[in-house]
Structures are given as C-alpha cells and as structure tokens.
C-alpha cells in the first residue's frame, strides 16, 4: 500500500465544511469527529489522513510537501503568495476582503497619504499599488475596525461576512477588494507524483461541488 | 549596536560533518557523469554586474536579488543564476570556440527567499550548458544527464536505497503561441500564465471568460490540465486543432517516447502547463522529482535567444540539479560518518622530523595519519576515535600498538 494522501485542513469551521464534503463523497470521517486533541487522523477507506492546523500552516505544509493537499481559505492564499497548485474553488467560506472606513468618511479626498489599519498588510499592499496610490499601512493583531475608531487609521481592509460588526462601529464598506471563498490546493510535486489518486478525489470534489452551486 | 557575530544570514547555513559529506556525495556523482560525457568545468564569479540578469527580458524580480555596489557606485549583484553568467562567457571570451560548447558548473546561487518560510537564499548547484546546437539529440542529451543524476540517488550509500524519481517534460513554445494570438493587455496575459502556473482552474476560467469563447480561449482554459504520460498527446490533440501546436507536439512526443525507452523503469510525465515567470527557456522545459521532496529538484530546458540577449546568436539547452535537495533526501535513509585514521603517531620532543617523514611515508601506501598532539594520552585518543593502530617514535626506534576496543 502507498503511504496515505495527507489532506491539511484549516481547523473550524473550513475544517467542517470540508468534512461534510468528504463524507457526502463517501469517506469515512469518524476519526475526525472523534478527534480529541489529535492533529492527524486516519480516512482508513480512502487510504487518506487529515492533518489539522492553523490556516497559514496549511499553506507551509503544502507548499513544503509535509501534506499533499490542503483545504485553505482565499485569503490566507492571497496574503501568503505559496507556490502551489490551486485546483478547486470548493464554494463554501464565502466572504470578501473589502475596504472600509467611518461612515460617509471622504476616503478618496485630499492630496494626503492615508493610513490603513489591516491583518493583511500584503492583500492591503497588492491593492492599494494596483491603484497606484501610497497609502501607510498598520498591522493589526485584533480587531481591526478599532483603529479608525481611535484615529490611527483612515480606514480598514479586512474580511467582511455580513457587515454587521461593521454597522455597529458606525463604519461602511468603500470598495471591494476580492472574494474569498475556500480553495482547495495541491502541492505542485505531489499532484505530478499522484496524480490518479489526487484527481480521482479532485473529480469527486468538483462534481460534489457543482451539484451544490447548481442547487442554490 | 546589536552584534550578529554568532549566526549566520536567514536563508544560509554552515555545513558540517554529515552534511558537508552528502552535498560533497552528490557533487562527485553529477562531476563524475558530466565529466563522462564530455563537459568541462567553468567557475563564474560570485559577484556580477546587475546588468547581466537585467537583460530585456528581466528574468530576476528585484527583491530577490542580493545587490552590492562596487567602488564607483555601480550595481553588482551576488550570483543569483549560473546560467546567464555563463551565456555571458560564452558570448564573449568563447565566441571563437568551435561549437557546440559542453560546460558544466558546481557552485551555490542566491536568490532572497520570503522570510520565515524555511527557504534556502543560498543553493548549491550543479548543471550542464549544451551551446551551440538545437539538435534533437542536444536535448537527448540533457535530458539523459537528468536521467542519469536522478536514477543514481541513493546509490552511492554502503547500502544502497532505491527512491522513486519522475522526469517532467514541457515545451513553453505552445504557451506563446497561444498567447500570441490572444488579443489581451500585457498585463492580463501575465495574470492568465500566473493562473496556468498555479493550475488555478477556477480563476483562469472567471479571466478567460471575459475574453469571449473562441478557440484561443477554450485552449488556454484546458492547458493547465494536460498533464499525465503518454495520453496527454490524444488529448491535447482533440483540444488544439491548430497545424504549428500539432507539430509541436508530435515532436514532444517522439521525444517523450525517446526518454521512455532510455530508460524502462523511468517515470517520466508530461505536462504543457509548464509556464515559469522566471524563465529564460523557448521550447523544452524539463523537470526532476524525487520522491518526498516537496519541490523540483531539477530543471532546465532550451534557451535559445539568451545568448543573442549577450550578442551572439546560438542556440543553447541545459539543466541544473539543486544540490542541497538531493542531499536532504539521501540523508533521510543514510548518515554518513568520516571515516578514523588509520595510524596514529606519537613522538617524543625532538624528534618531531622523523615522524612527519614517517607519516608522509604511510601517506603515500595510502593510509590516513594523524599526529598525537598530547603523547600521554595517545592510547586513549585513538580507542575514542576508533583508530586501529598507534606508531611510537622515540630517537630511531619504531614500536607499533594495535589498539582493541
């Protein structure tokens, strides 16, 4: 027998969309749900292993070859710049990265550099430049929407899910910066080096997938 | 001022023992085959002008280049590639050479690598420049060379392993092709190769389908999908129907099936999504795999326009093998110890002479000798280095020891 496919999966909520995924494609993830404080478990039937970790992990495990694939969301990806294969945008964990400040906030005004607050200075950094404008950029561990609040930033690019954390800091969506959903990647040796086993499982995603965005 | 005297640059190392011993491994297995096949070594500068990788076509992104300023201000850089500087040798101090030129290389490059990703900024390297042919058998060649470095990985070990390897082949000609009929901005274009790189199926699809359903399109959506083996040619033939790709690829696949029959047991694949940034290549691109090693370890290909960039126009192929790869991945099976002395001799104050003209002699039959630095306690010394054999020198006598454990 080969040693199993190891799949990395960014622990919470991806972690369980994902999982619900693979067993409405038929794998067996009780080992997953009966985790405990393991981090690698075994899919017996499919020869396969999961592997939990923190988002950006899952990247480094991937892009290394530690893991075969990996189930990662776009932002993590558009932050980390990996080199690997990004085969299927699996559909769930939508979101946006979207630029926001105080409500009604003239952000575009002025000859003035602005400053931005963000956990994602590279996102913040590839969009601002696209634009051709300077801006400082502020990187911020907890909650963003704070800093403008405070005054040390015109303005935030962060993750938006529905806006409301936003709305109830009195901030306001100026631009959107890119939509984020979860991806799933491929190590680029791993899917030349297995690539029957890699594609048979990618195939059953993308279907499962398609059938799901068809539906809704 | 905070002091940096103790540790070296993020992205370097000191090799030691062990590891010094594995990348010295691999250097004399690739020497040994390039040599046989008739390549000469050339040894580049560590340091070249910024202009040299600077060409037209800008191959190195900045941020990645070590840069210096030499004595009058000018950009130097620290070798970030071997290739280019050796095309510069060729184009100008070999420019009357007979063709073709074989030339092979052992030394490190230096490319910054992103910070905290455990990434190499210096990388051993070994290659091969094939100048002066576009020959099919040129590529043959190269491509065997490959073949030959991959086949012999843990070989060279007391027992010897077997570790799976894959060759790659890739011809970016189909690529440009392609691309050069896509009516699109120069920046659009880029974002469609990062997408076919990244095999970024949906995202090329989003790009491509704001460029309207045409051929072209339909073509590029399915080229970062045509990898595999030998199938990849029915298929890519069903997508491209187009004369000028049709005759690319049966030439890659005439050559595939060449690779193929060099060597039985080889795994080689073939994959048309080859599309590096960073590339200097115009038709084949070729790539190693070794198992459990997360990227290539191995890569090369036909540079045909990269000598006339330095002003003399020949075609040219080469590959080059990332060192420090293989030797990570013969060191997870094997360690290798240095080998004792054979002869370890003592010698009393004054007659020092006498012995070094003793070792020398032992050195010459061949054996390994070491000089005892604190006599007393000789014995000790050579039981703990595993040193069979003590020489006693005293005025002209000669007393040998067997040391037992």
């Known amino acids: 027998m080969n040693k199993p496919l190891r799949i990395a999966l960014t622990k919470g909520r991806l972690e369980k969309d994902t999982v619900a995924l693979l067993e409405s494609i038929g794998y067996d993830c009780t080992a997953v749900h009966e985790k405990g404080r393991r981090l690698i478990l075994p899919i017996p039937d499919g020869n396969m292993e999961v592997v939990l970790a923190k988002a950006a992990d899952v990247i480094t495990y991937v892009e290394h070859g530690v893991c075969d694939m990996g189930v990662v969301g776009k932002d993590t990806l558009m932050e980390m710049n990996g080199k690997l294969f990004e085969l299927v945008n699996l559909g769930f964990g939508k979101c946006k990265f979207a630029l926001a400040t105080k409500k009604d906030y003239p952000f575009y005004d002025g000859f003035g550099v602005k400053t931005i607050a963000t956990k994602y200075p590279n996102v913040t950094r590839a969009f601002f430049e696209n634009k051709g404008m300077d801006v400082d950029i502020v990187k911020i561990e907890g909650s963003v929407e704070l800093a403008p609040l405070l005054g040390l930033a015109d303005g935030i690019v962060d993750i938006v899910e529905t806006g409301t954390t936003l709305k109830e800091n009195g901030l306001a969506v100026v631009e959107d910066v890119a939509r984020i959903s979860a991806r799933l990647i491929v190590n680029t040796v791993s899917l030349k080096l297995r690539q029957q086993e890699i594609e048979n499982l990618v195939r059953k995603v993308e279907e499962k997938v398609n059938d799901q965005t068809n539906h809704m | ?405």
């Open chain 2, 1 to 405: 001022m905070r002091r940096y005297d103790l540790i070296t640059p993020e992205g370097t190392r000191d090799f030691l023992y062990e590891e010094c011993a594995l990348k010295r491994m691999v250097e004399t297995r690739t020497r040994q085959i390039f040599k046989s096949m008739g390549y000469t070594r050339v040894i580049t500068p560590g340091l070249e002008f910024l202009d040299v990788f600077n060409l037209n076509s800008r191959y190195f992104p900045q941020e990645e280049l070590c840069k210096l300023t030499d004595n009058k201000g000018r950009l130097i850089v620290v070798r970030p590639d071997s290739t280019m500087p050796i095309a510069r040798v060729v184009a100008t101090r070999m420019k009357d050479a007979a063709l073709p030129l074989r030339l092979y290389y052992t030394q490190p490059v230096w490319n910054f690598a992103p910070s905290l990703k455990g990434k190499s900024t210096e990388v051993n390297q070994t290659g091969i420049e094939l100048i002066g042919s576009s020959a099919r058998m040129a590529d043959v060649e190269v491509i065997s060379a490959a073949l030959s470095v991959l086949s012999t990985v843990g070989k060279d070990v007391p027992k010897p392993f077997p570790v799976q390897y894959s060759l790659e082949l890739g011809d970016v000609r189909i690529f440009r092709e392609l691309m050069h009929r896509l009516s699109a901005t120069p920046s659009l274009k880029e974002e469609i190769r990062s997408l076919i790189e990244a095999k970024n199926y949906p995202a090329l699809n989003d790009v491509l389908d704001q460029l309207g359903n045409n051929p072209i399109t339909s073509s590029l959506r399915r080229l970062p999908t045509l990898f595999g083996g030998e199938e990849v040619f029915d298929r890519a033939a069903e997508v491209f129907r187009d004369e000028r790709i049709q005759k690319i690829l049966d030439s890659m696949k005439e050559l595939y099936r060449t690779v193929c029959s060099i060597r039985k047991d080889a795994n080689v694949i073939v994959d048309l999504g080859l599309v590096n940034k960073t590339d200097y290549y115009t038709g084949l691109v070729i790539k190693g795999y070794l198992e459990g090693y997360g990227e290539e370890v191995i890569s090369g290909g036909r540079y045909d326009m990269l000598l006339s960039e330095f002003g003399y126009d020949v075609p040219a192929v080469g590959m080059a093998v990332n060192v420090d790869a293989v030797a990570a991945v013969i060191g997870r099976k094997y360690t290798p110890h240095p080998a004792p002395a054979d002869v370890l001799i003592v010698t009393e104050e004054g007659c020092e002479a006498l012995a070094v003209q003793k070792a020398e002699e032992l050195r010459e039959q061949g054996l390994c000798v070491e000089h005892a630095l604190r006599p007393e306690d000789a014995e000790d010394y050579a039981r703990s280095r595993n040193i069979p054999k003590v020489l006693l020198i005293s005025g002209t006598q000669t007393k040998e020891v067997d040391i037992h454990e």
